[in-house]
């Protein structure tokens, strides 16, 4: 008899990642496919992600999230608006 992954299991499910993540479980799937969610295998129907992989990949995001600057150097400025061009008028002879 088999158990379901829980807590004893070195396994997420997707549900169970999704819980993690605070999103659903077509996110994560989507994710999968997009290739920006850990590495997972099946084992029949149900999609298993290692714990441990689901450890670093949220690390590495976590190293990769650095601060805004937004705005603090002109690089991160909008650009200016640009003015219209001047409509060329035509004076009828």
Do not use: C, N
Request: proline content about 8%; glycine content about 6%; aromatic content about 6%.
């Amino acid at each position: 008899m088999t158990k379901p992954a829980g807590e004893s299991s070195p396994h997420l499910t997707v549900l169970q990642l999704a819980e993690r993540w605070q999103t659903t479980a077509q996110a994560i799937y989507i994710a999968r496919h997009r290739g920006k969610a850990p590495k997972g295998f099946k084992r029949g129907v149900k999609l298993l992600f290692p714990i441990a992989a689901v450890e670093a990949f949220e690390a590495a995001q976590m190293a990769d999230d650095r601060p805004s600057h937004r705005g603090t150097s002109a690089e991160h400025r909008p650009p200016e608006r640009r003015r219209g061009r001047r409509s060329r008028k035509t004076v009828a002879v």
